[in-house]
């Protein structure tokens, strides 16, 4: 999401013992300051906040009477426990402080690490009572433990296990580190599981940092629905099945609600198909959630992380290298994708809110050591495409469209109304609805600004989504660009007329002086990181053949225009034995239709 990532884990013994007081944990070391600044990270704080506090969901109306004292309860109140450890930077106006790394407009940026959940037992024998953390520390020095990090395993088991929490702010500024962790879980046997899941949060200040945290809680929590597609199931609180998975071992099942109620049984059904088989175990009316007290849906089942969010990426041309060809046209690139992203409704409101696609670029990557693709920072928004809106005017009743407004551009003027579907989906709105599954011919943008033939460029789209809430405030989800070094595309000189290639023939650059602006860093799979080009070549098949001054054949190119009328070849100066060629003076012989050009370039390391 825009501010937590969340992550879920699961912890499998897979040894032949019994394993006793588990405790599970994260050791962070988060740096908060602008990072250009010179040690930015030496002016930090850190704090452990909890908060009891009861959230109210203005999408729930469901009111129920409980079975135990009868008394009604308002489902849309929901009582939330939070535990978190953070840091932040400690502005220049405070003492220790360094002004020097506020980023501005302040340093209000505060990063939280927090539980979500884990295993629990309401008799706090097996597991804590509810989720919680056990420790935290917060370490500055660089001495031994317990001041200092802990160093080995005896040490980071103490540190889990002792139970100690901070009752007031770190005090001195400084570079902090700090541990969180729950527990303790009192045995996993072989086989067993432990999960947990955490949460890792950002916000302006406490109140910025609290408000994403109770939207992390919430988006775990997730939603009461309707997965086993049977409306009786899951009605009037009963959110459990009682069903067995072998009949021949039957269950018999006492109500926790009613002390005086008979026992129920032999169950011996394995399918939990019928309303009788679902019972009320955890004595609370709103769990499953209905409507209202007289409509069920039939949620009988609790879906964690469920929240809104961003709409899933379409597909794009790319992507996929085999189609490089058609993206890489003369000094512009051609950009296509699918329409998977306005397939897709919220989980929430249960609406599809996208609104529109943006299209990103990276220029001038160079491939630093150990890097994949570009990263985060690198990406330059190149243009906002927007899916005209439809609204009824409240004067004459008639429909009105609302255009793209300031920098965006309509998304119509980049559709192909001639693409053709490939699929047909129900409508997630309306079962009775059927929406077309287009391929990534679909919508398609040039880019031709600025770019330079034989240059590295990524390029990716992504989809965002637009809503306004309950108090009018306009709200927007959108997901974040990114690339591997494949998605790399190159636009390329396009090829000659058949008639004039002879004079057009060229080598860029000429000569090359021990490198050219399109090198990138050497690697495994590109072991000289750089490229002579032969440009212009004539729309149809030839041999490029690259030759000494004495008459070695130095290496042998092929080149096909395809259907994008390539008149590019590339050549990464490895000669057919494999080796760097040296510097001097080489010639080349473009044979096409048994007519060939000769010319020569220079290379000089």
């Given at each position: ?11 499998q ?15 962070v ?19 452990l ?7 109210v ?21 929901q009582q ?14 405070e ?19 927090m ?25 500055s ?6 001041e ?40 996993l ?6 999960e ?39 009605c009037?609180?009963n959110?459990?099945?009682l ?17 005086l ?14 309303a009788?088989?679902?019972v ?23 879906v ?14 790319t ?5 490089h ?7 512009e690139?051609t ?18 809110l ?7 670029r ?10 994949t693709?570009?990263?985060p920072?690198?990406?330059?928004l ?25 920098s965006?551009?309509?998304?119509d003027?980049?559709?192909?109304t ?19 599954k ?11 600004i600025g770019?330079?033939?034989?240059m ?9 989504s ?12 959108g ?15 396009a ?19 021990g490198?050219?602006?399109?090198d ?12 002579i ?12 053949r ?6 070695d054949?130095?290496?042998?190119l092929?080149h096909d ?7 590019t070849v ?13 510097s ?7 044979t096409c ?6 010319g ?6």
């Open positions: 999401a825009n501010n937590f990532i969340g992550l879920e884990y699961t912890i013994n897979v040894g032949f013992e019994v394993l006793r007081d588990l405790y599970i944990g994260y050791f070391d988060s740096d908060a300051g602008l990072r250009s600044a010179p040690e930015f990270y030496t002016d930090d704080g850190g704090e906040r909890s908060v009891d506090t009861t959230y969901d203005p999408t729930i109306t469901y009111v129920c009477q409980q079975r135990i004292g009868g008394e009604s309860k308002d489902c849309a109140r939330l426990h939070l535990d978190i450890a953070f840091m932040h930077d400690t502005p220049g106006s003492n220790g402080g360094n002004a020097e790394d506020d980023p501005p407009p302040a340093a209000d940026g505060y990063f939280g690490g539980f979500l959940g884990h295993t629990t037992d309401p008799f706090g024998e097996r597991a804590p009572e509810r989720v919680e953390i056990h420790t935290t520390q917060f370490f020095s660089g001495g031994t433990y317990p200092g990090d802990p160093r080995n395993d005896f040490e980071r088991y103490d540190l889990l296990s002792k139970g100690t929490k901070p009752r007031r702010p770190t005090g001195q500024p400084s570079d902090y580190r700090y541990c969180f962790s729950g527990g303790p879980f009192a045995e046997l072989p086989g067993e599981e432990l947990f899941q955490v949460a890792f949060v950002i916000g302006a200040k406490w109140p910025g940092l609290l408000n994403n945290a109770l939207n992390a809680q919430r988006i775990y929590n997730g939603r009461w629905r309707d997965v086993d597609g049977i409306k009786e199931t899951g009037d609180g959110e459990t099945c069903a067995v998975t072998d009949p021949s071992q039957p269950l018999f099942w006492s109500d926790p609600c009613d002390s109620a008979p026992v129920v049984g032999p169950i011996k059904n394995t399918e939990c198909d019928r009788e088989f679902w009320d175990d955890d004595c609370d009316c709103c769990t499953p959630l209905q409507i209202d007290a007289t409509t069920c849906d039939g949620w009988e089942s609790l964690k992380w469920v929240g809104t969010v961003a709409p899933p990426p379409p597909a794009v041309t992507e996929d290298p085999t189609l060809v058609r993206v890489e046209g003369d000094r690139v950009v296509e994708w699918d329409n998977t992203s306005e397939l897709v409704a919220d989980p929430i409101t249960g609406e599809i996208f609104c529109g696609y943006r299209i990103w990276v220029e001038g990557w160079e491939r630093p050591i150990g890097s693709g570009p990263t920072d690198e990406w330059q190149v243009a906002d495409l927007v899916k005209p809106a439809l609204r009824v005017d409240e004067d004459t009743g008639d429909t009105v469209r609302i255009a793209a407004r300031g965006q551009l309509d998304l003027l980049f559709t192909n001639e693409a053709v579907p490939t699929d047909t989906l129900p409508s997630p709105i309306d079962p009775g609805e059927v929406l077309l287009y391929g990534i011919d679909r919508y398609k943008y040039v880019d031709d770019l330079k033939n034989g590295i460029y990524f390029y990716d789209v992504t989809a965002y637009c809503w306004y809430d309950t108090l009018g405030r306009y709200n927007e989800l997901s974040q660009p990114a690339a591997t070094e494949t998605e790399g595309v190159r636009p390329r000189w090829a000659s007329s058949n008639d004039s290639w002879r004079d057009r023939i060229m080598v860029v650059p000429n000569p090359w002086r490198g050219a602006d399109w990138l860093q050497p690697s495994d799979a590109d072991p000289t990181g750089t490229h080009d032969f440009a212009n070549l004539p729309d149809m098949p030839c041999e490029v690259i030759y000494s001054l004495s008459g054949l130095v290496q042998t092929n225009p395809g259907a994008y009328r390539s008149g590339r050549w990464n100066m490895i000669t057919r034995n494999g080796q760097d060629i040296t001097g003076v080489y010639l080349y012989a473009v239709d048994e007519e060939t050009e000769v020569r370039f220079t290379v000089i390391r």
